[in-house]
């Protein structure tokens, strides 16, 4: 594959995982969305060829084309199929430093809201979960894993601050669906 073509590829890819961030959701949040007519979702078929699988070097040229119509099928998708995404972050009060009750409610508030953010970059860039299981003896003796979660969050709207109980605050954030088309477009023009 020459590198224009590459570029292109991956642009697209990256494009796409924006758009179709409720793939990578957690259990947390799985929206009511139909496409017309019974249409099949262009985006699942998309991701499916991203998979280790369906992608390797021994595919013909026609897949790798067949992967770039799917995801320019994706870039094309009208802002109906387009999704609100949601995030809902929490945090506790009296864990947070301050001097003051006040300054703890303010500092719970903002790792609410931080919470809310990572939830909303998990969605759209998905979560890379690292792990390592030690054996010894054909018994496990130690097994770790780490999820990272990393990206960049842009025009997220805070849509409701609660206190929930006495000691806890809810923060809710959205990416509404003309943010997401701003970001398509963006995306269409590079």
Known sequence: MNNKLKKNFYLLTSTCLISGSLLFTGCSYQPDISYNNGAKDPLSSFVNTLKPENNEKSKST????????????????SVEEIPTLTAVGYAVVSTQPGRSDAQKRLMAIRAARMAAMR??????HGLQVDSNTTV?????QNDTFRGVVTGTIRGARTVRINPTGADTYEIVLEIDREMMTYLLSVARQA
């Open 119 to 124: 939830d909303l970059a998990e969605q759209i």
């Open 62 to 77: 026609s897949s790798q084309t067949d992967n770039l119509i799917v995801a320019q099928q994706v870039l094309d998708a």
């Open 136 to 140: 010894v003896d054909l018994m496990v």
